[in-house]
């Protein structure tokens, strides 16, 4: 079994300048350490990310990193009131209003994009003792 101390979640960017300034200024995050190579590391509580320089686009069509939120609504509209898109979705499984999906499980969801693609997750999940049967 690996010993596994710590996992990064790392999020690729074309532009890390570009990318530092949506997620410092739009996203109110605080620089930490930083790499030679211009990589940034975010830490929040117990969770760490690193965005990275990258040759690479993100292709956007899948969640690549999930943000745990206490109020999604007000998550929601904070991004709104920065300028920053919530994905819409019409699925069988969900269907978001105003960006926001009340999901099966109880718990609200709600997606958008950096500036470099990446599709990026807001969670306000429901703790499973409580949640909808």
């Known amino acids: 079994m690996l010993k596994i101390t710590q996992s990064v979640a790392t999020i690729p ?3 890390i300048k570009r990318a530092r300034q949506f997620y410092e200024q739009k996203l109110g995050l605080t620089a930490g350490e930083e790499q ?3 990589s940034v590391e975010y830490r929040q509580g117990n969770s760490t990310f690193l965005v990275f320089p990258s040759m690479g686009k993100a292709a956007g069509n899948h969640t690549q990193m999930g ?8 998550a929601a509209n904070e ?3 920065k300028a920053i898109k919530l994905e819409e979705y019409d699925y069988p499984e969900f269907k978001t209003k105003d960006g926001i999906a ?9 997606w958008f994009k950096d500036t470099e693609g990446n599709l990026i997750a807001l969670a306000q999940r429901v703790p499973a003792t409580t949640r909808a049967r």
């Open 67 to 74: 943000l745990d939120v206490d109020d999604i609504k007000a």
């Open 79 to 81: 991004l709104k009131s």
């Open 13 to 15: 960017a074309q532009d």
């Open 102 to 110: 009340d999901l099966p499980d109880g718990s609200k969801g709600a």
């Open 36 to 38: 030679q190579d211009g």
